[in-house]
């Protein structure tokens, strides 16, 4: 999944042609800016748009304006694609859209509230090194200044210092205000149920994960956030639970080495487990499906980690 890509080329015609349906109703530059800032665009896309402009040209100058717009850390509620549509299918009678136009709309919208919650829970999400620069794991902030991962990536790494860092996508650079020191001494570890409660040294700006407790089901579907082989971060296509027990899950979602201690998402984008590997939890008497790897539910260690979440 990229959550970055607001507007596939397939609808990018299609948009472009009802914009312009729209453009041609509204053709003023004053009238096109109110209902512009009604919707609550950014005004750095307003700025580079010629509003007096023929339907012609300002219609797929404002898509390509949404196609560049820079998705932000600091902005991660809204996207201007996402706000636009959604008030023009508020607004459908008044302006006199076409059906076909408010089905475009809609779906573009679902789609950009889905990248927007996407986006999110990949903000929580940081890469594990030691020494640092060189990853071994993912994990993901659930407090303002606690990390949760596996136990093991630091006993079977035997480190004794190691850091996280976050914000490590595709076409950014690395910046030592996105790395924070892990203090390993204070940790609350389980080397039997695999996870580790570390706190951060500092205060990452970080969104946090929103955790539940719950009951996981077979054939549930999932997403799973990671940094395979230490590289940037990947947001998994849906994925689902193969099997479940108390203390362990088997998904299908294709991972690597780094890929320890990444949390697993269901379709509402709330953390429910983390990715353990091929390790397995309790394994014996219980078979294991090829192509399947084994995780942690949260609710096998949810008492343990309450009191330090509250």
Same mark, same amino acid.
């Given at each position: 999944?990229?959550?970055?890509?607001?507007?596939?080329?397939?609808?990018?015609?299609?948009?472009?042609?009802?914009?312009?349906? +729209?453009?041609?109703?509204?053709?003023?530059?004053s009238?096109?800016?109110?209902?512009?800032?009604?919707?609550?665009i950014?005004?750095?896309?307003?700025?580079?748009?010629?509003?007096g402009?023929?339907?012609?040209?300002f219609a797929?100058?404002?898509?390509?304006?949404?196609?560049?717009?820079?998705?932000? $850390?600091?902005?991660?509620?809204?996207?201007?694609?996402?706000?636009?549509?959604?008030?023009?299918?508020?607004?459908?009678?008044?302006?006199?859209l076409?059906?076909?136009?408010?089905?475009?709309?809609?779906?573009?919208? *679902?789609?950009?509230?889905?990248?927007?919650k996407?986006?999110?829970?990949?903000?929580?999400? /940081?890469?594990? *090194?030691?020494?640092?620069?060189?990853g071994?794991?993912?994990?993901?902030?659930?407090?303002?200044?606690?990390?949760?991962?596996?136990?093991?990536?630091?006993?079977?790494?035997?480190?004794?210092?190691?850091?996280?860092?976050?914000?490590?996508?595709? /076409?950014?650079?690395?910046?030592?205000? =996105?790395?924070?020191?892990?203090?390993?001494?204070?940790?609350?570890?389980s080397?039997?149920?695999?996870?580790?409660?570390?706190?951060?040294? /500092?205060?990452?700006?970080?969104?946090?994960? =929103?955790?539940?407790?719950?009951?996981?089901?077979? $054939?549930? *579907?999932?997403r799973?956030?990671?940094?395979?082989?230490?590289?940037?971060?990947?947001?998994?296509?849906?994925?689902?639970?193969?099997?479940?027990?108390?203390?362990?899950i088997?998904?299908?979602?294709?991972?690597?080495?780094g890929?320890?201690?990444?949390?697993? +998402? $269901?379709?509402?984008?709330?953390?429910?487990?983390?990715?353990?590997? =091929?390790?397995?939890?309790?394994?014996?008497?219980?078979?294991?499906?090829?192509?399947?790897?084994s /995780?942690?539910?949260?609710?096998?260690?949810?008492?343990?980690?309450?009191?330090?979440l509250?």
């Amino acid at each position: 999944m990229n959550p970055e890509l607001f507007l596939e080329d397939r609808d990018v015609p299609l948009l472009t042609l009802a914009l312009n349906q +729209f453009a041609i109703k509204i053709n003023d530059a004053s009238d096109r800016q109110e209902v512009l800032e009604s919707a609550g665009i950014d005004m750095a896309v307003l700025s580079n748009l010629k509003l007096g402009a023929t339907p012609i040209k300002f219609a797929p100058a404002l898509v390509a304006a949404f196609r560049t717009y820079p998705v932000s $850390n600091q902005r991660l509620d809204d996207h201007p694609l996402v706000s636009l549509l959604k008030y023009l299918c508020e607004l459908a009678p008044i302006y006199g859209l076409a059906d076909r136009d408010v089905a475009l709309f809609t779906r573009l919208v *679902e789609r950009g509230q889905e990248n927007l919650k996407a986006l999110a829970a990949r903000s929580a999400v /940081g890469r594990i *090194e030691s020494p640092q620069g060189t990853g071994i794991g993912t994990g993901v902030l659930i407090g303002k200044n606690l990390l949760l991962t596996c136990d093991h990536i630091f006993s079977k790494s035997q480190a004794t210092v190691a850091w996280v860092r976050f914000n490590y996508t595709a /076409g950014s650079y690395p910046l030592d205000s =996105n790395v924070f020191e892990l203090d390993l001494d204070t940790a609350t570890r389980s080397s039997q149920l695999d996870y580790a409660l570390v706190r951060v040294k /500092g205060e990452p700006k970080q969104r946090t994960a =929103n955790l539940i407790d719950a009951i996981l089901d077979s $054939n549930q *579907e999932i997403r799973l956030i990671h940094h395979p082989q230490g590289q940037y971060v990947v947001i998994s296509g849906l994925g689902q639970i193969v099997q479940v027990g108390d203390d362990y899950i088997d998904h299908n979602i294709s991972t690597d080495e780094g890929s320890s201690g990444a949390p697993i +998402f $269901n379709r509402d984008w709330q953390l429910v487990a983390i990715h353990r590997g =091929n390790l397995g939890i309790g394994r014996a008497g219980r078979s294991l499906e090829p192509g399947t790897t084994s /995780g942690v539910p949260l609710r096998a260690f949810w008492k343990n980690i309450q009191t330090q979440l509250s």
